[in-house]
């Protein structure tokens, strides 16, 4: 079983029960850590690892694109990491098309809005969809000048897999939060991230402020009764209608936070993702890396071509599928290492380069 099919089945599991003695007040996870100790869930701001967030305007839709230091301590370079639509604070005309095509003209159009017809040399970097996205870019070639690839925890075979129970591990996840450092504390307890640090930072771009959106379970649960109550007696759907804007109140209230993009509501673009992703990888002509959490994942094509070295691959253990999160300063000095060992970028004194074994 992958890493990513793992996390999924977790999120599915009940919390933990309390242990005896605790009063049913909290969890065997904090009383594990000792009297007064108590983990920080607060968010932390973007600004104390990212350099900038600028405005790009693209065909009158606008984005955002935010520069951070994460591998620029280990080689000189520049890292610019994008809001896709429908994620961040991008705004685009029809923000439901999250097809692989849509969103590899998205990747396109930024690098020429900020570069011109002459960019400098880029590397790709994506994980899980945005790694499909990243591939779906270089073999479209959208990006004139690119120059490497890589892909974190995404392959075709487990990918696809894992799409069966996909809408089952939402269902799982919750649809509100009271508040961020809520939100937080979930990512972490649940395994999604298994850094606190880079869960302070991420979760806070994951969600968002209610603001009139309501909970996907509730809202499910009250139209289903709406339906009944329209085919029985059509007063009877005016007192369903009632408490439903009731419920939505107080929805809010308790809850304010919800998931930033409603994936359930994706499926549709989830097979364009992923189906094909291995070949499209391997026919791309330029430097390719691949990070993954396990190397179980590897399917047939992608094991067939790492054998005959047509990518580097990396492994990093005791990572979820969060990869990038979970291990930054590992994913940072794999990425560096790969950058020096094709002369992409030079390294920043002090910086030794680790080559990996696969």
């Known amino acids: 079983m992958s890493a990513l099919e793992k996390s999924m089945q977790l999120g ?3 919390s933990r029960p309390p242990l005896p003695g605790s009063g049913g ?3 065997g996870a904090k009383m594990r850590m000792g009297p007064g100790r108590k983990r920080d869930f607060s968010p932390v701001s973007w600004s104390q690892y990212f350099e900038s967030m600028e405005d790009v305007e693209v065909e009158n839709e606008t984005g ?7 591998i620029i301590s280990r080689v000189q370079c520049r890292i610019v990491a994008l809001d896709l639509r429908g994620h961040g604070e991008t705004k685009v005309k029809n923000s439901e098309d999250l097809s692989a095509e849509t969103m590899a003209k998205d990747v396109g159009n930024v690098v020429e809005a900020m570069y011109g017809d002459l960019p400098p040399p880029i590397m790709l970097i994506g994980h899980s969809m945005g790694g499909a996205i990243a591939v779906h870019t270089a073999s479209s070639n959208l ?3 690119l120059l490497g690839l890589c892909m974190i925890d995404v392959v075709e075979g487990t990918a696809m897999d894992a799409l069966n129970s996909m809408q089952n591990f939402l269902r799982g996840r919750p649809k509100t939060f009271k508040s961020l450092e809520n939100a937080i504390e979930w990512s972490v307890k649940s395994g999604q991230i298994r850094n606190l ?6 979760m806070v771009g994951q969600v968002k402020q209610c603001e009139g959106i309501t909970s996907p379970e509730g809202s499910k649960s009250i139209v289903e009764g709406i339906i009944e ?3 029985e007696d059509e007063e009877g759907s005016e007192s369903v209608n009632k408490r439903k804007k009731e419920d939505d109140m107080e929805t809010k209230k308790d809850h304010p936070y919800t998931w930033r993009i409603e994936l359930a509501k994706t499926e ?3 097979d364009g993702w992923f189906r094909g992703l291995s070949n499209l990888f391997l026919s791309c002509p330029i430097p390719k890396l691949l990070l993954l959490a396990g190397v179980d994942r590897l399917d047939k094509d992608l094991t067939i071509g790492q054998m005959q070295g047509k990518f ?5 253990p005791q990572c979820g599928h969060a990869v990038h999160e979970d291990a930054p300063d590992k994913v940072a000095e794999a990425v560096a290492t790969f950058l020096i060992r094709h002369r992409f970028a030079e390294s920043i004194s002090g910086f030794q380069c680790v080559f990996p074994g696969c």
């Open 312 to 316: 580097q691959m990396q492994v990093l």
């Open 229 to 231: 109550e329209e085919e």
């Open 12 to 14: 599915r599991l009940p």
């Open 197 to 202: 640090e880079s869960a302070r930072v991420s």
């Open 143 to 145: 990006v004139p000048s």
């Open 64 to 70: 955002k694109d935010i520069s951070f230091a994460a």
């Open 268 to 270: 549709k673009y989830w």
């Open 25 to 27: 007040s909290q969890s």
